[in-house]
């Protein structure tokens, strides 16, 4: 298995411009989380989905931030409007579910590194 | 909501030497999970502790939970290079899915 696809890797963006991030999780995983690292913040769940449908979206910082999991192999993240302080490192992670032999353990994409001007 | 503390935030030592981060958490845990980040990448899942007192071994590394599951330690014996970059706790929520909650990570920077 390839592991957990995300892209763009990098991105460079001007403040007020929209934002998608993308990724493909590990095929079979049922959960799919959203973080964000940042020095002042560490890593914090933005988002998670179960079976493409979204459980908890407490972490999602505000209005301009969405997620969608329109299917088992592809979510998004959106940013509309950007602004400077979304710059960061967003990663996506899949893990199995109920019936699985996995621990619990998360799966991270390599992430995407967004800077906002 | 579930607070976790990791200490220290950084940590500088010359190769060789021996190395602990500590995770504490303000409720007791139903299991614990370790990652490592290299500079530059992401985080990489390490070991799962479940059992009160449990203590697991990978090579140089020692994983400890505490008796009373509240809080956890990893302990690198004579440091290297490559164990260069941040450890992060993560604290499970209870009940049958395992969504965690990262502490804020130590950084390690070895010196050669």
């Known amino acids: 298995d390839a592991g957990v696809i995300q892209s763009p890797r990098h991105e460079v963006t001007e403040m007020g411009q929209e934002v998608t991030l993308r990724c493909k999780p590990i095929?079979?995983?049922?959960?799919l989380f959203w973080y964000r690292q940042t020095m002042m913040r560490g890593l914090e769940l933005l988002i998670y989905f179960n079976n493409n449908v979204p459980i908890d979206d407490s972490g999602m910082p505000e209005d301009r931030f969405s997620a969608k999991m329109p299917n088992a192999s592809f979510s998004t993240l959106k940013i509309q409007p950007s602004e400077p302080r979304d710059s960061a490192v967003y990663f996506c992670?899949?893990?199995?579910?109920?019936?699985?032999?996995?621990?619990?353990?998360?799966?991270f994409g390599e992430g995407s590194r967004l800077t906002v001007l | 909501g579930q607070q976790v503390m990791q200490i220290p935030q950084y940590q500088h030592v010359q190769e060789g030497e021996d190395f602990t981060t500590y995770c504490n958490s303000s409720t007791t845990l139903s299991n614990i999970q370790w990652y490592k980040q290299r500079p530059g990448g992401h985080p990489v899942f390490l070991i799962q502790?479940?059992?009160?007192?449990e203590v697991k071994k990978q090579k140089r590394l020692t994983f400890q939970f505490g008796e009373a599951k509240k809080n956890s330690s990893l302990h690198i014996t004579a440091t290297q290079t490559t164990d260069v970059g941040t450890y992060f706790c993560a604290l499970g929520t209870s009940g049958g899915s395992y969504i965690p909650t990262f502490g804020r990570g130590t950084s390690l920077i070895v010196h050669p």
């Open positions: 502790l479940v059992k009160s007192g």
């Open positions: 992670a899949s893990k199995g579910g109920f019936g699985t032999p996995a621990t619990g353990e998360l799966f």
């Open positions: 095929s079979g995983h049922d959960y």
